[in-house]
């Protein structure tokens, strides 16, 4: 079955330290993002990218980087310069239908 | 910039009707979309409206007036498991990109 796998499901990270989160997708969708869900809010765009070896900034790009070898792959690494990376994350993508997005299952991450 | 608003929070009983408004602000305009999102879940795509008028997906509907930038999230024959929250998306000033709304808390009691 097509999909996107987000990995891990839960993230402890320690203050200073760079986590990266894996999302992966076997739907042959050219469009990919991350966004970030803070409790009981809306999502926010954080990077996202049309095609390989090209991605923009989103809304919070602060603090956040990401890379885009491959048309299925799209980590995102939250830095130390990422002050408030408690959050849960959510990696989208998208085909021919711009407007419907297939959302991972999310990676909750947490600083310890 | 571009900007969502709509209601925190909607309590529904079981059976009824409810709609969830969603008004916009933005710049350029692509299209509105609903999404569904459980506790602790990832969001899923409901629905999306590019032209004016109804959309109608079994017990959902969504509806879009452009020229209000306005629309809404209709609910039919409700079912505990609805409860969740419900957010519209727009695509705006750029194509390759929506902006999701804060959410509603859709609650139903028996």
């Known amino acids: 079955d097509g999909g996107i796998t987000q990995s891990p499901k839960y993230l402890f990270r320690k203050e200073g330290q760079n986590v990266t989160l894996s999302c992966e997708q076997n739907l042959n969708h050219d469009a990919m993002y991350w966004y970030r869900q803070d409790p009981g809010q809306g999502l926010r765009l954080i990077y996202y990218?049309?095609?390989?070896?090209?991605?923009q900034k989103g809304d919070i790009a602060e603090g956040y980087s990401v890379s885009r070898e491959k048309k299925e792959s799209f980590p995102l690494t939250v830095t130390s310069a990422q002050k408030n990376p408690t959050a849960f994350y959510l990696c989208?993508?998208?085909?021919?239908?711009?407007?419907?997005?297939?959302f991972g299952s999310g990676t909750r991450l947490t600083v310890v | 910039g571009q900007s969502l608003e709509q209601p925190s929070e909607v309590t529904a009983v079981e059976g009824a009707i409810v709609q969830i408004n969603c008004t916009y602000q933005?710049?350029?305009?692509?299209?509105l979309s609903w999404y569904q999102q459980h506790d602790g879940g990832a969001p899923t795509f409901l629905s999306y409206?590019?032209?004016?008028g109804l959309e109608e997906t079994g017990r959902f509907s969504s509806f879009l007036s452009r020229s209000d930038s306005y629309g809404y999230l209709l609910l039919q024959e409700l079912q505990m498991k609805d409860s969740a929250s419900y957010f519209c998306a727009v695509m705006g000033s750029s194509a390759s990109k929506i902006i999701f709304g804060s959410g509603t808390r859709l609650s139903i009691r028996p």
């Open positions: 989208a993508s998208t085909g021919t239908t711009a407007l419907g997005y297939t």
């Open positions: 933005t710049s350029g305009f692509y299209g």
């Open positions: 990218s049309q095609i390989v070896n090209d991605f």
């Open positions: 409206n590019a032209l004016d």
